[in-house]
């Protein structure tokens, strides 16, 4: 079960590691880009290149989904950034219940965006979490983790692109270690869990009134979505390769203080910003 490009790693690896997918379900085709062509998620693509059955219901409540669920026979189900929260019906479908690949270090950012927030937050490692799935938002007991190091000027987009496969290749390791009675379910710890919210068309505006190495982070971690956003003159342009120089500066905060090849100039509170590139509304 999964919808986006993060989840595609997943289901490729399972397959080449020969494990019998029974079903793939993802959500419905949803309308996309300017002229609004219904789009089917990047999870239903990879299923029919490689071969397989694909259902997207509108809904998982009915009793139907879940009995269809369980007479595929499947042991167990594989949920990778799916995009609903699962009733309690398909919780129990199977055997050995749901797995679950989380893009962080559980219990630090159970929810949506757990890795546009690990950036804006300006966190120095991130990883992920295979766990088993219960009623709570991504509460229930760790399989296992992997660690990654954020890089000092990655953004969201290119940290989707390193965990990916990484959580892809940690989840068949403990499908083996399942299967083998080697790996052990244990509770999340109850210190350091927070939440990451789904980031809204507004997490993109920025504000130079603060630290600058705050500002860039802020910057990274709504890229590609809902890309950094900062007003000049009556236009809203996008930001992009913004980097934090920390340093004294007489401006105003989101003063352009210069301009040469390494970018636009703009003052922080402790600083700059350079923005390597800036895209204005239907421009290039």
Not at 30 to 40: F, N, S
Not at 79 to 87: H, T
Not at 95 to 111: F, W
Request: glycine share 12%; aromatic share 4%.
């Amino acid at each position: 079960m999964g919808s986006p490009d993060f989840a595609v790693p997943c289901l490729e690896a399972l397959v080449a590691a020969g494990h019998d997918v029974a079903l793939v379900v993802t959500q419905p085709d949803k309308p996309a880009g300017r002229g609004g062509a219904m789009t089917p998620p990047a999870v239903k693509v990879a299923a029919e290149r490689l071969g397989l059955p694909v259902i997207q219901p509108t809904k998982l409540r009915p009793p139907e989904v879940a009995a269809g669920l369980a007479a595929t026979g499947a042991e167990l189900a594989v949920v990778v950034a799916y995009g609903r929260i699962l009733p309690p019906a398909i919780l129990t479908a199977f055997p050995r219940g749901c797995v679950n690949v989380h893009g962080s270090l559980l219990p630090a950012y159970r929810g949506a965006a757990p890795i546009q927030w690990a950036v804006i937050d300006g966190n120095a490692e991130t990883g992920v979490t295979i766990m088993q799935l219960d009623e709570g938002m991504d509460t229930g007991p760790m399989l296992a983790t992997r660690a990654l190091a954020i890089g000092p000027d990655e953004t969201a987009g290119e940290l989707f692109a390193r965990l990916a496969p990484l959580g892809a290749a940690l989840l068949v390791e403990t499908l083996a270690g399942l299967a083998a009675g080697t790996v052990a379910a244990s509770p999340q710890p109850t210190a350091g869990a927070s939440h990451a919210r789904m980031l809204t068309k507004d997490d993109g505006r920025i504000d130079f009134a603060r630290p600058c190495a705050q500002v860039a982070a802020h910057a990274r971690g709504v890229d590609p979505w809902p890309g950094a956003v900062a007003h000049l003159g009556a236009d809203a342009a996008k930001l992009f390769g913004v980097r934090a120089r920390p340093g004294a500066v007489a401006a105003a905060p989101g003063t352009v203080v210069a301009i040469d090849e390494a970018g636009a100039h703009v003052a922080c509170t402790d600083g700059v910003v350079v923005v390597r590139e800036l895209q204005l509304p239907g421009r290039k």
